[in-house]
């Protein structure tokens, strides 16, 4: 199966014969982060982290045409597909994973076998495994002098393999709450990586590795893995470009260095979130081996956080600094020791940063310039952190040409509770309550609807919107549906139907690209394996799920949430559509455009309409050919003019 090149052109995504294409897909996937048989649910004190392997991640060569038979078979044409700096460049600076890098390449190239469109995705969450996620690899903290063997002891990151009893029959436990690994972006380990990576020339301009600033060396090893990666998949016309790093953290760029986020202030505009408020020079002090004591917010009962209590941080002095490095903020004068006490010195270089501007600015173009050396035409998919959006920072200006708005959207409150009780919901963002669906639908198209606006001002005409990410966990509840499902019933699935059918009914009615997270090749209905990785569980399919059947798609989770009738390809440009789902009534409205090539193609998926559908096609003489056993209808305008069409099941 083969499809047109795609290729962005202003806000839109065109093919070849100037066909307006929607994207709509999946990231692959979530185990991408760590590699086979390493999964968080199983101990490792990463001493191997020079000699693992990737290969295998998303899953095996062998498993790849099921795999991806099953996520075309659902209607996606898109693929935001994993990979990690670690992947690529684990055993030492310079030294790539060959065999990796061929595995990789074999993977998308089978997604373009099956008519899938991708993008890469260099994926990160709080810099690396080593510090309680995924990403760089671990030499990275030895090249900066940090010994990750001390985060612990020091509470310099939290790290579930550190924390959690693999011996207690437990699933949640209290020394690793669920969703809990986000905290180490506020701990040292990640605000030094984070500040060196972005801004070590300002920072620490004397801090060299190899003869170069620290920003520039780790700079340089990132986009040299990404660089590895593009030059293997330059000759393959279905992939549209490259993701530039996933929920980056700025560090401390940008923050005042003592200043502890206890209230907004014109420095930091977001609201103040629950947990300790660190300071970056608390951090600081904690990773030289200084015990700190810090308040530690709440929420009210009308949800503001409010500092109600104290901590204190590394009592037992323990520093992360290998034993010849040296703190580089002590030695560029950033602070000085007082009487046991860290102090701040000198200018607040740390406040003066402009994150849009100084930061992901000229990152972005880098990005650009590597991947175009070897395909001109690729788009960059570009993110921020993700308190950008809320905080009201903008993209910066004087984007790269082919730039696309990629940001990430969840319903929080759902995603950390892993809880969805329509009644009785809470928007996270502002702490207000919401009683029903049209409430959260609302509140889904007002956050979504923003993201779609910035979008408007980027340069060239506007461009398109892919919400890179956004879903569900599927462990609602702790796991009520998983229980259910092994006491033998089939229909498990209400809660997760309803919350993602909310999600897409909002992105059909904003014109919205999404790649959904995620499909996990590995998932097991566990709550301490979930997707493999820290306890997180959003693919929308399991082998648990599977039962023997001959559907294509067995082992589907809430399948008809999210495989829903769609235009995923107009012969003009669409204007509307919309999806009934009580109903099971779809809508579209398309200008047609007689002078493009090829016919308006449908996904209607069996999943909605198991024993066919009818359609009405009215405003322009069009040829219409139904395919209900291939989950499709194409309509050819033979003039261009405004056309209407409606799907509804048969009789």
Same mark, same amino acid.
């Given at each position: 199966m083969t499809t047109l090149p795609i290729r962005q052109h202003g806000p839109l995504f065109l093919d070849a014969d100037g066909g307006q294409v929607m994207l709509r897909g999946v990231n692959l996937g979530g185990d991408c982060k760590v590699p086979p048989g390493q999964g968080t649910d199983v101990y490792s004190d990463f001493g191997d982290h020079r000699s693992i392997s990737f290969v295998g991640r998303p899953f095996p060569i062998e498993e790849a045409d099921a795999h991806l038979g099953r996520i075309a078979h659902w209607g996606f044409n898109t693929l935001r597909l994993l990979t990690t700096w670690e992947a690529v460049e684990h055993a030492g600076p310079g030294q790539y994973d060959e065999a990796y890098l061929d595995y990789f390449a074999a993977i998308a190239r089978k997604a373009g076998e099956h008519g899938l469109t991708l993008f890469v995705d260099f994926h990160q969450d709080v810099w690396s495994r080593m510090s309680g996620g995924d990403g760089a690899p671990g030499w990275t903290f030895e090249a900066v002098g940090l010994d990750f063997t001390k985060f612990d002891a020091a509470g310099a990151a939290h790290v579930m393999q550190a924390r959690y009893d693999y011996a207690s029959p437990e699933r949640r436990q209290d020394a690793y709450p669920q969703m809990s690994w986000g905290s180490n972006y506020r701990l040292p380990a990640n605000g030094i990586m984070w500040t060196l990576f972005w801004a070590g020339q300002r920072i620490t301009p004397d801090c060299l590795i190899d003869g170069v600033n620290v920003q520039d060396y780790l700079q340089r090893h990132y986009l040299g893995a990404m660089n590895e990666i593009a030059r293997r998949l330059a000759d393959m016309p279905h992939v549209i470009g490259f993701d530039t790093l $996933?929920?980056?953290?700025?560090?401390?760029?940008?923050?005042?260095?003592?200043? +502890?986020?206890?209230?907004?202030?014109?420095?930091?505009?977001?609201?103040?979130?629950? !947990?300790?408020?660190?300071?970056?020079?608390?951090?600081?002090?904690?990773?030289?081996?200084?015990?700190?004591?810090?308040?530690?917010?709440?929420?009210?009962?009308?949800?503001?956080?409010?500092?109600?209590?104290?901590?204190?941080? $590394?009592?037992? *002095?323990?520093?992360?600094?290998?034993?010849?490095?040296?703190?580089?903020?002590?030695?560029?004068?950033?602070?000085? &020791?007082?009487?046991?006490?860290?102090? /701040?010195?000198?200018?607040?270089?740390?406040?003066?940063? %402009?994150?849009?501007? %100084?930061?992901?600015?000229p990152f972005f173009r880098k990005v650009a310039d590597t991947i175009r050396q070897h395909r001109p035409d690729w788009s960059i998919f570009a993110?921020?952190?993700?308190?950008?959006? &809320? /905080?009201? +920072?903008?993209?910066?200006?004087?984007?790269?040409?082919?730039?696309?708005?990629?940001?990430?959207?969840?319903?929080? !409150?759902?995603?950390?509770?892993?809880?969805?009780?329509?009644?009785?919901? *809470?928007?996270?963002?502002?702490?207000?309550?919401?009683?029903?669906?049209? /409430?959260?639908?609302?509140?889904? +198209?007002?956050?979504?609807?923003s993201f779609a606006e910035e979008s408007e001002g980027f340069p060239g005409g506007g461009a398109p919107t892919l919400i890179g990410e956004f879903g569900i966990p599927y462990d609602l509840d702790e796991g009520e549906a998983y229980e259910r499902w092994a006491n033998g019933e089939c229909d498990v699935w209400e809660q997760h139907e309803a919350a993602l059918t909310l999600m897409y009914d909002a992105m059909d009615a904003l014109g919205l690209h999404s790649t959904q997270w995620n499909y996990t090749a590995s998932?097991? $209905? %566990?709550?301490?394996?979930?997707?493999?990785?820290?306890?997180?569980?959003?693919?929308?399919?399991?082998? %648990?799920?599977?039962?023997?059947?001959?559907?294509?798609?067995?082992?589907?989770?809430?399948?008809?949430?999210?495989?829903?009738?769609?235009?995923?390809?107009?012969?003009?440009?669409?204007?509307?559509?919309?999806?009934?789902?009580?109903?099971?009534?779809?809508?579209?409205?398309?200008?047609?455009?007689?002078? &493009? /090539?090829?016919?308006?193609?449908?996904?209607?998926?069996?999943?909605?309409?198991?024993?066919?559908?009818?359609?009405?096609?009215?405003?322009?003489?069009?040829?219409?050919?139904?395919?209900?056993?291939?989950?499709?209808?194409?309509?050819?305008?033979?003039?261009?003019?405004?056309m209407s069409v409606e799907i509804l099941p048969s009789a």
């Amino acid at each position: 199966m083969t499809t047109l090149p795609i290729r962005q052109h202003g806000p839109l995504f065109l093919d070849a014969d100037g066909g307006q294409v929607m994207l709509r897909g999946v990231n692959l996937g979530g185990d991408c982060k760590v590699p086979p048989g390493q999964g968080t649910d199983v101990y490792s004190d990463f001493g191997d982290h020079r000699s693992i392997s990737f290969v295998g991640r998303p899953f095996p060569i062998e498993e790849a045409d099921a795999h991806l038979g099953r996520i075309a078979h659902w209607g996606f044409n898109t693929l935001r597909l994993l990979t990690t700096w670690e992947a690529v460049e684990h055993a030492g600076p310079g030294q790539y994973d060959e065999a990796y890098l061929d595995y990789f390449a074999a993977i998308a190239r089978k997604a373009g076998e099956h008519g899938l469109t991708l993008f890469v995705d260099f994926h990160q969450d709080v810099w690396s495994r080593m510090s309680g996620g995924d990403g760089a690899p671990g030499w990275t903290f030895e090249a900066v002098g940090l010994d990750f063997t001390k985060f612990d002891a020091a509470g310099a990151a939290h790290v579930m393999q550190a924390r959690y009893d693999y011996a207690s029959p437990e699933r949640r436990q209290d020394a690793y709450p669920q969703m809990s690994w986000g905290s180490n972006y506020r701990l040292p380990a990640n605000g030094i990586m984070w500040t060196l990576f972005w801004a070590g020339q300002r920072i620490t301009p004397d801090c060299l590795i190899d003869g170069v600033n620290v920003q520039d060396y780790l700079q340089r090893h990132y986009l040299g893995a990404m660089n590895e990666i593009a030059r293997r998949l330059a000759d393959m016309p279905h992939v549209i470009g490259f993701d530039t790093l $996933n929920e980056p953290s700025l560090g401390w760029a940008g923050q005042p260095i003592a200043y +502890r986020h206890l209230a907004p202030s014109d420095a930091n505009p977001e609201r103040p979130r629950i !947990g300790p408020a660190l300071a970056p020079l608390d951090a600081i002090a904690m990773a030289r081996g200084l015990s700190v004591e810090v308040p530690v917010l709440t929420r009210d009962e009308a949800g503001a956080a409010v500092p109600t209590t104290t901590r204190i941080f $590394n009592p037992d *002095r323990v520093s992360i600094w290998r034993d010849a490095a040296a703190c580089p903020f002590e030695a560029a004068g950033r602070y000085r &020791i007082e009487d046991g006490v860290a102090v /701040a010195a000198g200018d607040d270089v740390l406040a003066a940063i %402009d994150p849009s501007e %100084d930061v992901y600015r000229p990152f972005f173009r880098k990005v650009a310039d590597t991947i175009r050396q070897h395909r001109p035409d690729w788009s960059i998919f570009a993110e921020m952190d993700v308190f950008a959006h &809320i /905080a009201g +920072r903008q993209f910066p200006t004087r984007l790269p040409e082919r730039t696309v708005n990629a940001s990430h959207w969840y319903d929080m !409150g759902m995603l950390y509770l892993k809880r969805f009780d329509p009644a009785n919901h *809470r928007d996270a963002a502002t702490g207000r309550a919401e009683t029903s669906l049209d /409430a959260i639908a609302a509140r889904y +198209r007002r956050q979504l609807g923003s993201f779609a606006e910035e979008s408007e001002g980027f340069p060239g005409g506007g461009a398109p919107t892919l919400i890179g990410e956004f879903g569900i966990p599927y462990d609602l509840d702790e796991g009520e549906a998983y229980e259910r499902w092994a006491n033998g019933e089939c229909d498990v699935w209400e809660q997760h139907e309803a919350a993602l059918t909310l999600m897409y009914d909002a992105m059909d009615a904003l014109g919205l690209h999404s790649t959904q997270w995620n499909y996990t090749a590995s998932n097991r $209905n %566990d709550l301490r394996i979930g997707d493999g990785w820290n306890q997180e569980d959003l693919s929308i399919w399991s082998i %648990d799920q599977q039962t023997g059947g001959r559907d294509p798609g067995d082992g589907g989770r809430a399948v008809p949430g999210f495989s829903r009738p769609w235009v995923r390809r107009a012969q003009g440009r669409i204007r509307s559509v919309r999806f009934e789902r009580e109903m099971r009534r779809f809508t579209a409205a398309i200008d047609a455009d007689a002078d &493009i /090539a090829g016919a308006t193609d449908i996904y209607v998926p069996l999943a909605h309409y198991p024993d066919g559908f009818v359609l009405r096609c009215e405003g322009v003489p069009a040829e219409v050919d139904l395919e209900p056993a291939r989950q499709r209808a194409r309509i050819r305008a033979a003039v261009s003019g405004a056309m209407s069409v409606e799907i509804l099941p048969s009789a």
